[in-house]
């Protein structure tokens, strides 16, 4: 099995930052994809930022410039970097993982949520 960690969440100001984490751990043989959505209350789940294995990136554009998202690909951990929060930002932030865990396709994980609330 494999877990999803997250941490970082909070309550900032407009124009703060915060960074999120997001640790992988369990029966991982390798990443194929990592990244971040967030859901904010009455709207879908909606993709922030990814990174591939190969250290690819692509963001959203409501965030390109703001946000950073990195890996530490022999951890299997990820982050993402945000700046210049403002309060449409404000949400649940899910971590979700493309596992391979044997040697068929691999597995999508998510990670329980951490909110982020922008908010003066």
């Known amino acids: 099995q494999v877990q999803l960690v997250e941490s970082g969440g909070g309550l900032v100001q407009p124009g703060g930052s915060l960074r999120l984490s997001c640790a992988a751990s369990?029966?991982?043989?390798?990443?194929?994809?990592m990244g971040w959505y967030r859901q904010a209350p009455g709207k879908e789940r909606e993709l922030v930022a990814s990174i591939w294995g190969s250290g690819g990136t692509n963001y959203a554009d409501s965030v390109k410039g703001r946000f950073t998202i990195s890996q530490d690909n022999v951890e299997n951990t990820m982050w993402l970097q945000m700046n210049s929060l403002k309060p449409e930002d404000t949400a649940v932030y899910y971590c979700n993982a493309e596992i391979y865990i044997h040697s068929g396709p691999y597995v999508n994980y998510w990670g329980q949520g951490t909110q982020v609330t922008v908010s003066s």
């Open positions: 369990g029966s991982i043989v390798s990443v194929n994809r």
